[in-house]
């Protein structure tokens, strides 16, 4: 069973290109939505209380950091 992921990044955010790295490397399909080139993901972000990035949705779970230890949990 395949839980849907999603991360939002930045461009700039060393710890989103890390988080992006580990999803790849585990083989995890994810969605990314970059908070730098798009308004409408900038604004769903903070609408849910976020003001920095990463943050990464694992099913109904959300990831604030790049957390592997939690992300290993969730993605079991």
Same mark, same amino acid.
């Given at each position: 069973?395949?839980?849907?992921?999603?991360?939002?990044?930045?461009?700039?955010?060393?710890?989103?290109?890390?988080?992006?790295?580990?999803l790849k490397a585990?083989?995890?399909?994810?969605? @990314?939505?970059?908070?730098?080139? $798009?308004?409408?993901?900038?604004? *769903? =972000?903070?609408?849910?209380?976020?003001?920095?990035?990463?943050?990464?949705?694992?099913?109904? @779970?959300?990831?604030?950091?790049? $957390?592997?230890?939690?992300?290993? *949990? =969730?993605?079991?």
């Open positions: 069973m395949s839980k849907n992921v999603v991360i939002y990044s930045s461009d700039t955010c060393a710890y989103c290109h890390h988080a992006k790295e580990y585990k083989g995890v399909a994810y969605e @990314e939505k970059n908070v730098s080139k $798009d308004m409408v993901a900038r604004k *769903e =972000l903070m609408a849910q209380g976020f003001m920095g990035v990463p943050v990464i949705k694992v099913g109904g @779970e959300i990831v604030q950091g790049f $957390d592997q230890e939690r992300l290993e *949990e =969730l993605l079991r």
